[in-house]
C-alpha cells in the first residue's frame, strides 16, 4: 500500500557530507511524521531525526549540530543533510514514514524503507 524508497547513502571519508532522501508513495492520505533510523552491526536501531508536518523536529543527541532533517510535504519526501560526518555515524539509515491511510481510518501506520547504507572511513 505504501513504499518508502531511500537514496543517497554512500561511503565518505570523516569530516564529509551525505545527503539522504526518502520519497514515500501509494495510497496515503497524509502523514503525520517521517524520519530517520540508523542500525549498526550488533547494535540495536535508534532514533537519528524525525519531523511533523508541521515542521517541528527531533534530533538524538549524538547528531545534533550536524544533522538536518527536512520535509517536502508536497512530494511526500523526507531529506537527511549529514555534515562532519564520523565513523561512528556508519549504520544503515531507515526512512520511517507514520501514514494515515484513508479518512475512514485514521489510526496511523508506521511504514520503513528498504534501508541505506552509509559508511564513513576514518
Known amino acids: 500500500q505504501v513504499q518508502l524508497v531511500e537514496s543517497g547513502g554512500g561511503l565518505v571519508q570523516a569530516g564529509g557530507s551525505l545527503r539522504l532522501s526518502c520519497a514515500a508513495s501509494?495510497?496515503?492520505?497524509?502523514?503525520?511524521?517521517m524520519g530517520w533510523y540508523r542500525q549498526a552491526p550488533g547494535k540495536q536501531r535508534e532514533l537519528v531525526a524525525t519531523?511533523?508536518?508541521?515542521?517541528?523536529?527531533n534530533y538524538a543527541d549524538s547528531v545534533k549540530g550536524r544533522f538536518t532533517v527536512s520535509r517536502d510535504n508536497a512530494k511526500n519526501t523526507v531529506y537527511l543533510q549529514m555534515n562532519s560526518l564520523k565513523p561512528e555515524d556508519t549504520a544503515v539509515y531507515y526512512c520511517d514514514a507514520l501514514v494515515i491511510l484513508n479518512i475512514m481510518v485514521p489510526t496511523p501506520m508506521h511504514y520503513w524503507g528498504q534501508g541505506t547504507q552509509v559508511t564513513v572511513s576514518s
Open positions: 501509494g495510497s496515503i492520505f497524509s502523514i503525520k511524521a
Open positions: 519531523i511533523t508536518s508541521g515542521g517541528g523536529t
